[in-house]
């Protein structure tokens, strides 16, 4: 049994920035992607960032996001970061954690991940 934990969201000032955290159980999972997704209410959960669990490959990121977020990787602790700057209202939403067994050309597809966490709730004030 896979197991996602997010924790580190919270309610911050536009221009902010907050650091998420997912711990993973990988032990017995062959994990080659953890992607970060987030949603809103009435609308379908989307693609943030993505990052090679075993290496290989540049990390990936949604136009939305690039330049702003760093998602990044403690493969000794099987936790994945995600860093948020300069925040903007509209980062607001609840933020997942994912992880699945291919690091590909579909990446940013929730449908190419087979574990979830949670969520958190990041809110982003003006």
């Known amino acids: 049994q896979v197991q996602l934990v997010e924790s580190g969201g919270g309610l911050v000032q536009a221009g902010d920035s907050l650091r998420l955290s997912c711990a993973a159980s990988?032990?017995?999972?062959?994990?080659?992607?953890m992607g970060w997704f987030r949603q809103t209410p009435g609308k379908e959960r989307g693609f943030v960032a993505a990052?090679?669990?075993?290496?290989?490959?540049?990390?990936v990121y949604a136009d939305s996001v690039k330049g702003r977020f760093t998602i990044s990787k403690d493969n000794a602790e099987d936790t994945v970061y995600l860093q948020m700057n300069s925040l903007k209202p509209e980062d607001t939403a609840v933020y997942f954690c994912a992880a699945g067994p291919y690091w590909g050309p579909q990446i940013r597809e929730r449908s190419e991940y087979d574990y979830w966490g949670q969520g958190t709730q990041v809110t982003v004030s003006s």
């Open positions: 990988l032990r017995t999972f062959s994990a080659y992607a």
């Open positions: 990052i090679s669990w075993r290496g290989g490959g540049d990390p």
